[in-house]
């Protein structure tokens, strides 16, 4: 897989953000509603990336710097988006995806890494638990839902 750095306004990133939807309505029932600013992963707030297999999307994901300081650090940034297409999920780009967040936003002066997933993604909450993301104090916009489930893990 080749990833490639995009703005969130990317064709692919489009593409792959509504895939990632009706993934949600058939999980949840309904799309993910949490407010997304395009600005929050342009440098130096944020980055996006795209994961290509043969040329086609197949991947995505990013961070963003959040103002809150999270597990001791001075610099916290959030993960958003990790996706990768069901008909090549199970192949290992998850796992590559993930290392290219954590290396980028490490060389961008990163120290720790948050996300929030949900309890009926199993396959996302092995995969962030397999990398030492532990549970932490719900944040965000689903801080209170009761399927919310968040996640840290301090970048070395």
């Known amino acids: 897989m080749q990833i490639r750095r ?3 306004d990317h ?4 593409a792959l953000v509504e ?3 009706d993934f949600y309505v058939e999980r949840y029932g309904g799309r993910d ?3 997304t600013d395009p600005a929050d992963f342009e440098p130096p707030a944020g980055a996006f990336f795209v ?3 043969a040329d086609a999307p197949v991947a995505m994901g990013a961070w963003r710097v959040v103002g809150e300081h999270r597990l001791g650090t001075s610099s916290t940034a959030e993960i958003k988006r990790m996706y990768v297409v069901p008909e090549l999920q199970r192949r290992g780009l998850a796992r590559r995806m993930l290392a290219h967040l954590e290396s980028s936003a490490a060389a961008a002066g990163i120290e ?3 996300l929030s997933t949900g309890s009926m993604q199993p396959e996302a909450i092995a995969l962030y638990e ?3 993301y532990e ?3 719900g944040f965000g916009h689903y801080a209170g839902a009761s399927l919310n489930r968040c996640y840290g893990r301090r970048l070395s």
């Open 112 to 114: 720790a890494l948050i």
């Open 33 to 35: 509603d949490d407010p």
């Open 135 to 137: 549970p932490i104090e």
């Open 51 to 53: 994961g290509y297999v």
């Open 11 to 14: 064709p692919d990133v489009v």
């Open 19 to 21: 895939r990632v939807q």
């Open 130 to 132: 397999a990398h030492g």
């Open 6 to 8: 995009v703005s969130y």
